[in-house]
């Protein structure tokens, strides 16, 4: 290889390594140029799948929860209920399993059945009943409801489903208390 063919080479090689460093360093600003800051895409999504927030909906009215559990269906909710079942009996005298009892729970008060050990949480709520509006909101998203609830399940997000679920508890007991009006 004569000198000036080493040079060109040379001069090649060291041009494409400039070259795909500038491309890179390029590539580098064009990526952080047009990277979100954070994903509101995703967040928004979430949302909107939860429907009918009764805290800052703008996109929906949130409908009634009476207007909701006008069109229930205890029988949907009695299917739905195989989600609580891992952890709930709803039977009449029932055991209590990993959660407690939940046999006529609709107006009983929170923390009060039987041989139950509840979360400090829900022992210092002993006071209130447990209403289908509640409920509603216990079975929406438990943590937020009842902070420090031991009661490790997500969540039931859709409003139909967990209206459905709510007639079913509601007929869980030898007196049924009857839904909220619409
Ligand atoms: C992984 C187990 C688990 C699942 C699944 C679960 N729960 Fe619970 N649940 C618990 C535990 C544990 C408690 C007691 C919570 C506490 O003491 O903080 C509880 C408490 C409750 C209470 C309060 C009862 C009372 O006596 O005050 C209700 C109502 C309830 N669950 C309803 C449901 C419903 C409805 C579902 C299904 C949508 C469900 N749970 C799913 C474990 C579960």
């Not at 390594?17 to 890179?24: D, E, M, P, Q, R």
């Not at 009476?66 to 009449?92: I, N, P, R, V, W």
């Not at 929406?140 to 031991?150: C, L």
């Amino acid at each position: 290889m004569n000198s000036s063919k080493f040079n060109t080479i040379a001069g090649w090689t060291l041009g494409t390594a400039l070259l795909v460093f500038g491309l890179n360093s390029l590539a580098d600003v064009i990526y952080h140029a047009e990277a979100p800051e954070k994903p509101g895409y995703l967040i928004e999504v979430a949302e909107a799948e939860t429907g009918g927030e009764a805290t800052g909906g703008e996109e929906q009215p949130a409908v009634s929860l009476g207007t909701l559990m006008a069109s229930a269906d205890a029988a949907k909710g009695q299917a739905g209920f195989k989600a609580c079942a891992a952890c709930h009996t709803a039977d009449k005298g029932g055991p209590n399993k990993v959660g407690p009892n939940l046999w006529g729970i609709v107006n009983r008060m929170h923390a009060s059945h039987e041989g139950f050990n509840y979360s400090e949480a829900m022992a210092a709520k002993k006071a209130e009943p447990w209403t289908y509006e509640a409920l509603n909101e216990f079975i929406h998203n438990p943590k937020a409801a009842v902070p420090g609830t031991k009661m490790a399940y997500g969540g039931l997000k859709r409003d139909q489903e967990r209206a459905n679920l709510l007639a079913y508890l509601g007929s869980l007991a030898d007196t049924p208390v009857p839904p909220p009006a619409p």
